[in-house]
């Protein structure tokens, strides 16, 4: 973990506590382990989630789709540029991409898109740094962070084979 802002790795762990927090209500609820969060420069939050997908029969109910949704609602703005995306996995490509839009320059995720898969959730077969290097401007991204964590939540709450989404 080496991010090149000036975010001291301290708040980087405070962030993610957060969205680890949120998740374990979204699993107690009988949603899939993850969670992600929208955090200002300063520390703040913006916004939080945990995945939907179960709750809303909705394939496109990700923590971190559902983070930026509340994000620009707070703000008002689709353009959430100068804020750090948190999530407590690797983003998919369908997360990567709306972070992308959103305007998000800096994502800290902690579990990895392998531990993902071993958990039987699907990543589409594309690692977050193979899409990032395809966009314009670029996005950096902080894996590892309370990985352990985040991944025992994923081993600990692995998707059933039959599951869908």
């Known amino acids: ?23 374990v209500e979204g699993v107690a609820r009988g ?8 955090f200002r420069d300063d ?8 995945n ?6 909705d394939p496109t109910a990700h923590a971190e789709v559902l983070a930026l949704s509340r994000a620009g609602k707070r703000l008002h703005s ?3 540029s100068g804020t750090w995306l948190v999530s407590s996995g ?3 490509p369908m997360c990567l991409s709306a972070i992308a839009l ?9 579990a990895s898109a392998g531990t993902i898969e071993a958990a039987n959730f699907g990543t589409l077969g594309l690692p977050a740094a193979e899409l990032e290097s395809h966009l314009k401007p670029s996005i950096e991204l902080i894996g590892g962070v309370l990985e352990y964590d985040c991944s025992a939540l994923l ?9 869908d989404g």
């Open 78 to 80: 689709p353009d959430l």
């Open 52 to 57: 939907e997908v179960a709750s809303r029969n």
């Open 90 to 92: 690797e983003p998919c």
């Open 1 to 23: 973990m080496n991010p090149s802002c000036n975010i001291d790795s301290k708040l980087l762990r405070q962030w993610m506590k957060s969205v680890l927090a949120v998740t």
């Open 43 to 50: 520390g703040s939050q913006v916004a939080i989630a945990h």
């Open 31 to 38: 949603e899939h382990p993850f969670g992600a969060g929208v």
């Open 155 to 163: 081993i600990n709450h692995r998707k059933k084979e039959t599951q």
């Open 102 to 110: 959103s305007g998000i320059q800096n994502v800290v995720f902690g």
